[in-house]
C-alpha cells in the first residue's frame, strides 16, 4: 500500500523558511513524478512543484519560481521542498503527491501539512 507523508510545515515568519519533507512507501516510485500542491482557505488546490524521480526534470508554478526548490533523496525514497522568502500567500495546506509508473495522473496523496506564513 502506498503512503505518502509529509513534515515540516508550521507557523514562519513573512521572508523565512521551510523545509518541507515527504516520505514515500509502498512500493517502488523510479517511473513516478512526485509533485506538491497546496490549497489555501477558500481556494482550489493548486501545483506548485513537481520532480521526475528518475531524471530529476523539475517544474515549478510561476508564482514560486526562484523562491522554492523540489529535490529527491533516492536513497531515502524521500522529497523534499525547500521553501523561501515566504510570503503570505504562501499560507496553505501543503499536500505531497505520486503519479503511478509512467503515469500522469496523480494518484496517491498525503495527509497534507500546514504552512502558515505571519506578517
Known amino acids: 500500500q502506498v503512503q505518502l507523508v509529509e513534515s515540516g510545515g508550521g507557523l514562519v515568519q513573512v521572508g523565512g523558511s521551510l523545509r518541507l519533507s515527504c516520505a514515500a512507501s509502498?512500493?517502488?516510485?523510479?517511473?513516478?513524478?512526485m509533485g506538491w500542491f497546496r490549497q489555501a482557505p477558500g481556494k482550489e488546490r493548486e501545483f506548485v512543484a513537481s520532480?521526475?524521480?528518475?531524471?530529476?526534470?523539475?517544474y515549478y508554478a510561476d508564482s514560486v519560481k526562484g523562491r522554492f526548490t523540489i529535490s529527491r533523496d533516492n536513497a531515502k525514497n524521500t522529497v523534499y521542498l525547500q521553501m523561501n522568502s515566504l510570503k503570505p500567500d504562501d499560507t496553505a495546506v501543503y499536500y505531497c503527491a505520486a503519479t503511478a509508473n509512467y503515469g500522469l495522473k496523480y494518484d496517491y496523496w498525503g495527509q497534507g501539512t500546514q504552512v502558515t506564513v505571519s506578517s
Open positions: 520532480i521526475r524521480w528518475s531524471a530529476g526534470n523539475t
Open positions: 509502498g512500493r517502488t516510485f523510479s517511473g513516478s513524478a
